[in-house]
């Protein structure tokens, strides 16, 4: 599917949008640069793409800022788009009397067609395009230098939203449905049982609800640590930001801070390997070793096991010879089968040669433990020393009588506190089993067995037990397929964009580790974030969209709002040459500070257009579509009208 | 699991289901399981049943990375067993019918039942152990180091 912009137009709305129409040509041009100074409306266009995109439900006081004036009554806003070559507009129009928007969609139909109420976008595009995705579409410039900053699983999700995921559960899902319906019809066909059957229903709905219940508390609680998480970093922020006042504290801070986070890497990377090691019993003492050797040269010298296990009795004592040629009566029988459970059977035999062998193998590698502990010693002091380090640079700054220091570090403390209850019932949730014949009312493992248990006893008395094992079987198979290719799009979109950020910042190692749910740096991992400049930051964005966008089989337009301020004037030209040839049609809301390494890349590139956008003296919003008046403005100087060729 | 354990351990926590890691942790909770269960062994020290927590069958298969040490952990059970009831390194029937009574082939960690329960027992014995000899650690690393000390002493090592 392919989706294109052709243009969109303002009519009186806040800042310059009063009366603005932007008309990107037929077929709309790939590249548009649409420059556009802070008080010209970009924030408000950008945001009213989103909206009518995603269909945003807007409140009254969203609907009243967008008002020029008191005596404006009503405006809109239209978008006018290329859906797989079919024309269609999408529309908001603003009451700013009643504070209301109400949404049209004009499009062609073989049938009806014309302007109709709501947004009327293609299915397939309409699930796809919530508000978090759209935000990848519609990229601001904030979510561009906080790209590490996607929620939880923001980027996660954009893989399964783009890829079409869903649409592996969607088929999980008819099978559950038709099971359901399979259950329901056995349900109402078995009139005599029928009062037990509807209690097993209601045992099973009962389990289901508090199951469903305690995920979305899970989710809940993580969305609210997720925020706590943010605040963290706000204050940890706020206190840097303070303590940097004095240049030397700072970087003593942050070479400080940087030691921490190497500190605390190195203790997970030596706790997770001693931890592994000693998963291996015998290498955890020599008198372990010693032991499970001397067990094996034991069994050894006992010849054991025997090669004449329980079975062989079991058959001999059914022949009527045994094997010494003698007749095996009733009571040789007998005989035979009560001495029998003296042996081994087979099973135990091969466990023990199993045993036997393992034992064989074994090595102690006692010095790499002792090696591993004192590692985490030492890195531990280490972690130890820099955090006080850390605190004592905060101190002497709170001590010189800097409130907001104290401030946030009282911040710091509450938020750890809350913090710290929701982790609590989080391991609650979704730790082990806790003890008590209740624990499915409190526990997400808990309640999914008792789920099971009941779901199995209607399936058991409706008699759907097979179509249950079968559908179970078919669930299994989709969400393990599901697991399978989300983590091979993963992995492939996480090696695109490091191949990217190898070109775009060739200086420096700077690598995505893992996308889990978000993006997570190499940087990232011993702990705090640190060490990544703002710049590098949209970097890592660029790649990282590119990467999504690339192999997808939807063409999305791709705006965004200042897509190379931050940047130096080396990355900008080579996110200026990397950029364009990955996305089927870009927008870019640029100021005259972009033009230099970024927008000058795109001056010789066919059928690019340049749209410059201004106020003039009397308020009134100008543009031109002249490639002479892109390059030549400047904020603080009106264009020549007439030469400019100038709309307004 | 030995009561208990779930407190003790408490600063430590479990990884997540899905994967989500708050900080270091135990991968399952069988880590704390296995950690006490190896120090009860070695120490032939059988806790009492009523020193185990009731949840079930706590475990019907070891977990991915334990599965390959299944066998050298019911060798450890078998050798401690024997050697708890003095059961001569000679002494062929015993030997066998101990095995007869403590291994089966048919169950995932390859213990019978029997065997299954004394195991619970050693671990419980081992986090007896463990408790008289270390604080509640505060962390993963923070418990590792500790616990490589209760196997190798500073003293013993020096």
């Known amino acids: ?648 | 699991m030995p009561k208990g354990t779930v407190d003790f351990f408490k600063a430590i926590g479990v990884a997540r289901a899905d994967g989500t890691q708050f900080g270091t942790q135990f991968a399952t909770q069988f880590d704390e399981y296995y950690l006490c269960l190896l120090v009860g062994l070695d120490a032939r020290r059988l806790g009492q049943v009523s020193d185990l927590v009731s949840t079930g069958e706590f475990i019907k298969d070891y977990p991915t990375s334990f599965q390959a040490q299944s066998t050298v952990i019911a060798g450890l059970l078998v050798d401690a067993e024997l050697d708890r009831q003095l059961i001569g390194a000679v002494d062929r029937d015993a030997i066998q019918q101990e095995m007869l009574r403590l291994l089966d082939h048919n169950s995932a960690t390859g213990l019978s039942s029997v065997g299954q329960g004394l195991l619970n027992q050693y671990a419980a014995g081992g986090f007896s152990i463990i408790r008289d000899q270390l604080p509640s650690p505060q962390s993963l690393p923070d418990l590792l180091r500790a616990y490589v000390h209760i196997w190798h002493p500073p003293d013993a090592a020096s």
């Open chain 1, 1 to 648: 599917m392919q989706v294109l912009i052709r243009g969109w137009s303002c009519r009186d709305l806040r800042g310059g949008l009063r009366n603005l129409s932007v008309d990107l040509g037929t077929p709309p041009a790939r590249w548009t640069l649409v420059q556009m100074p802070n008080g010209t409306g970009k924030t408000t266009t950008m945001q009213l793409l989103t909206a009518v995109l995603t269909a945003h439900d807007w409140t009254v006081d969203e609907v009243q800022a967008l008002r020029p004036t008191v005596a404006t009554t009503s405006g809109g806003f239209e978008l006018r788009l290329l859906v797989d070559n079919q024309p269609l507009s999408l529309a908001v129009e603003f009451d700013f009397v009643a504070g209301t928007a109400e949404y049209s969609t004009t499009r062609v139909r073989a049938l009806g067609g014309g302007k109709e109420p709501g947004i009327l976008l293609p299915d397939l595009l309409r699930a796809m395009l919530t508000k978090d995705f759209a935000r990848l579409v519609v990229f601001d410039g904030e979510l561009a230098r906080h790209i590490r900053d996607l929620k939880r699983n923001e980027a996660a999700l954009a893989i399964q939203r783009l890829y079409r995921l869903e649409l592996i559960d969607t088929l999980s899902q008819t099978a559950e449905r038709y099971l359901e319906s399979e259950k329901l019809r056995a349900l109402s066909s078995r009139a005599k049982t029928n009062a037990g059957l509807k209690k097993k229903q209601a045992l099973r709905d009962e389990a289901e609800y508090q199951l469903g219940q305690l995920l979305v508390e899970r989710e809940d609680l993580d969305r609210q640590r997720d925020k706590h998480f943010e605040d963290r970093a706000r204050f940890e922020g706020l206190i840097t930001t303070r303590v940097g006042v004095d240049s030397k504290r700072k970087a003593l801070l942050e070479s400080k801070r940087a030691d921490e986070q190497t500190a605390v890497a190195d203790t997970r990377a030596a706790s997770q390997r001693l931890l592994e090691l000693l998963r291996t019993p015998a290498t955890v003492h020599e008198r372990v070793l010693a032991r499970l050797r001397a067990l094996g040269g034991k069994l050894d010298q006992l010849k054991l096991p025997q090669t004449m296990s329980q079975e062989f009795f079991h058959e001999l004592a059914d022949q009527d010879v045994c094997v010494c040629g003698r007749p095996i009566s009733a009571t040789e029988h007998d005989a035979i089968l009560a001495r029998a459970p003296h042996y081994l059977a087979e099973n135990q035999i091969a466990i023990i040669n199993a045993m036997k062998s393992a034992i064989r193998t074994a090595t102690a590698e006692h010095d790499e433990l002792q090696r591993l502990a004192d590692a985490i010693n030492v890195a531990d002091r280490r972690r130890r020393l820099a955090a006080e380090a850390v605190q004592a640079l905060v101190e002497d700054a709170a001590a010189e009588g800097d409130l907001a220091i104290a401030k946030a570090q009282s911040d710091l403390m509450r938020v750890a506190n809350l913090l710290a209850a929701i982790e609590s019932r989080l391991e609650v949730l979704s730790g082990p089993i806790p003890a008590g014949a209740d624990a499915w009312k409190r526990n997400i493992k808990a309640a999914q067995a008792e789920f099971e248990a009941r779901k199995r006893a209607l399936d058991d008395a409706t008699e759907t037990r097979r179509l249950a094992l079968q559908t179970a079987w078919l669930t299994d198979v989709l969400h393990r397929v599901r697991a399978r290719a989300e983590a091979r799009l993963t992995e492939d979109i996480r090696a695109r964009t490091n191949q990217k950020l190898i070109r775009l910042i060739p200086s420096e190692s700077i690598e995505v580790a893992r996308i889990d749910g978000a993006l997570v740096l190499s940087s990232d991992e011993g702990g705090a974030r640190g060490g990544v400049s703002e710049g590098q930051s949209l970097a890592v964005a660029y790649a990282f969209l590119t990467s999504l966008f690339e192999a997808a089989s939807y063409q999305l337009p791709f705006v965004v709002d200042s897509p190379a301020v931050s940047l130096d004037v080396r990355v900008r030209r080579e996110v200026a040459s990397l950029v364009p040839d990955l996305f089927h049609q870009m927008i870019m809301f640029v100021i005259s500070s972009e033009r230099e390494g970024f927008a000058d890349g795109f001056y010789a590139k066919p059928g690019a257009r340049f749209i410059t956008v201004w106020r003039n003296q009397a308020g009134e919003v100008n543009m031109s579509q002249d490639l002479a008046v892109f390059k030549a403005f400047h904020t603080d100087v009106e264009p020549d009208a007439e030469s400019a060729g100038v709309k307004s």
